[in-house]
């Protein structure tokens, strides 16, 4: 799926976000994926029994990524992807509100994610949709990223 996600950012004219090169032949792209679905909690959707979209949470952000911690118990969206041949069937939408669904299970009242704040920011309006707010901007390299929170509560 990320590497489908990589042809099809591509295909759109988005080089910027997660590069050109596919996710299963970046440096580390192989492993960090392995370290997501053994050291994490992984959600997978299925469409007839196949695959198609990946939810992977944690208790904070990467520590590679410049964001502040917060002062609170949190749950944190550390990856969010879903096949873009099923595209517009609200696949993103549903894992996201299975992470609401699993923070509230959690007694945990923020749910949080960051993504990439580039282009058009529509990746940015995605998560608005979904009920999350911009909280704070930050820079990876060049990379512009940006957090969003959402108050989940019992």
Known sequence: MLDRAVLWMNNRGNTEQWGTTPYSQ???????VERYMTENAP??????GAPVGALVMDSGPSPQMPIAPVEQPERYVRLLVSDRRHAGLGIGAALLAHAADETRRAGVELL?????????GELVEFYKRNGFTPTDRFLSGAWPGQVLARRVEG
């Open 26 to 32: 970046k440096p580390g792209g192989v492993a960090r």
């Open 43 to 48: 959600y997978i959707a299925e469409l007839d």
């Open 112 to 120: 949080r994610v960051d993504c990439w704040a580039g282009g058009g």
